[in-house]
């Protein structure tokens, strides 16, 4: 069974750096097919796309968000990484890692997801 | 950038009900829209890809179609499972917008 779980600081001081990881098991992040994916969800909102990363290391950023974020992963590891900068009380959100097919776009597991605030 | 519409923002009906969502894509998206169903404190799950397939061990009274810009989902008879947040994604861009979502209650 595939499970991915988030972790990370529950709580950032504004104009800092958030920084999560996503620990992946039941699965190789080194096997093909697959992208890797970060979204977040703003408190009683919508969902937001934030970016994405192949096992080659191939990342792809939503423009919206590109200048202030980094996707990378590490296959010794089997985990994946997301760092925001310059955060702002506009990043406090609940922050998913995602497995996605890579053929047909299927997110088919999902991490839990975890609750970042940004707060002084 | 693209702009993913969902009405109705609230839907509100009864268990055995026919519900109809519409996704408007401010540009063309081809099939690329995906459909999830989303519960308070858990993650959403994909209902619909490609438009129209439906995802393996969701029910089949769950159909998604449309092409282009109009996407509609529906449900073919409202269960009690159903009561929840569903939102249409679009992945033709790297921007991989969402919908606002539409929530379906308890008439």
């Known amino acids: 069974q595939v499970q991915l779980q988030e972790s990370g600081p529950g709580l950032v001081k504004p104009s800092q750096t958030l920084s999560l990881t996503c620990s992946v098991s039941?699965?190789?992040?080194?096997?093909?097919?697959?992208?890797w994916s970060w979204i977040r969800q703003h408190p009683g909102r919508g969902l937001e796309w934030i970016g994405y990363i192949y096992n080659s290391g191939s990342t792809y950023y939503n423009p919206s968000l590109k200048s202030r974020i980094t996707i990378a992963v590490d296959t010794s590891k089997n985990q994946f990484s997301l760092k925001v900068n310059s955060v702002t009380a506009a990043d406090t959100a609940v922050y998913y890692c995602?497995?996605?097919?890579?053929?047909?776009?299927?997110?088919?597991?999902w991490g839990q997801g975890t609750l970042v605030s940004v707060s002084s | 950038d693209i702009q993913m519409t969902q009405s109705p923002s609230t839907l509100s009906a009864s268990v055995g009900d026919r519900v109809t969502i519409t996704c408007r894509a401010s540009q063309s998206i081809d099939s690329w829209l995906a459909w999830y169903q989303q519960k308070p404190g858990t993650a959403p799950k994909l209902l619909i890809y490609k438009a129209s397939t439906l995802e393996s061990g969701v029910p089949s009274r769950f159909s998604g179609s449309g092409s282009g810009t109009e996407f509609t989902l529906s449900i073919s008879s409202l269960q009690p499972d159903d009561f929840a947040t569903y939102y249409c994604?679009?992945?033709?861009?790297?921007?991989?917008?969402f919908g606002q979502g539409t929530k379906v209650e308890i008439k």
């Open positions: 994604q679009e992945y033709n861009t790297y921007s991989r917008t």
């Open positions: 039941g699965a190789s992040i080194s096997s093909g097919g697959y992208y």
């Open positions: 995602a497995r996605v097919e890579s053929g047909y776009d299927r997110p088919d597991y």
